[in-house]
């Protein structure tokens, strides 16, 4: 038996978890709604879970089933208590926090650093990438709009503006933009390979005379 090396799509994914009660900041929700994010190099999908207040055990689960070569986890709100139990778990190893509040790393073409995923998702999503056919997911895709700051970087809508216009956080779109947060390179997965001979025919090849 022979070992080869097989290399894959790197996985990313992300979450999000919100409390369900609206316009209130909950510290431990009885009712909360995690969304769920996977992307590979041209494809992508969102997911939404409703359940009760144990968020890092669904979010353990999605780990262990997508296996990931990354997984980001929006750390402001109730996600900071999640990073912090998936780390206590022994799931830090390829965990990364995002505050979309934060400092871009293009700080001359973007205000923050949503706002630069954002453009990073924009830019991929012209590129011809594959998403589902979800609703809420198109919605939150379209939904935002932007302008520009006093030094002209690209800035996105508030949620707060957004809501006065008559629409919904963009949850879903905020999560699959997560997913830009980190380059990572897809890790290298062993799989067995079976090489049979037949009895007494050995070193010899297929058809050699």
Request: glycine share 8%; hydrophobic share 35%.
């Amino acid at each position: 038996m022979s070992i080869v090396v097989e290399m894959r799509e790197c996985r990313i994914c992300a979450c999000t978890s919100l409390g369900l009660a609206p316009d209130s900041i909950i510290q431990v929700a009885q009712d909360v709604r995690t969304i769920f994010a996977r992307r590979r190099s041209n494809s992508a999908w969102t997911r939404r879970k409703q359940h009760g207040v144990q968020v890092a055990e669904r979010v353990i689960e999605f780990i262990d089933a997508e296996s990931p070569d990354a997984t980001v986890i929006d750390a402001d709100g109730l996600g900071s208590g999640v990073f912090d139990q998936l780390k206590h778990r022994n799931y830090g190893a390829r965990l990364h926090e995002f505050h979309g509040g934060g400092r871009p790393e293009d700080v001359n073409k973007y205000f923050n650093r949503r706002a630069e995923v954002w453009g990073l998702m924009r830019d991929w999503l012209n590129a011809a990438a594959e998403i589902p056919d979800d609703p809420e997911l198109a919605t939150d895709l379209t939904g935002p709009q932007y302008n520009y700051s006093p030094k002209q970087q690209l800035q996105l809508e508030r949620k707060e503006v957004m809501k006065g216009r008559g629409l919904a956080s963009p949850d879903s779109g905020d999560t699959l933009a997560m997913t830009f947060a980190v380059r990572v390179a897809a890790r290298q997965r062993p799989q067995a390979k079976l090489i049979y001979s037949f009895p007494n025919q050995s070193g010899q090849r297929w058809m050699s005379s």
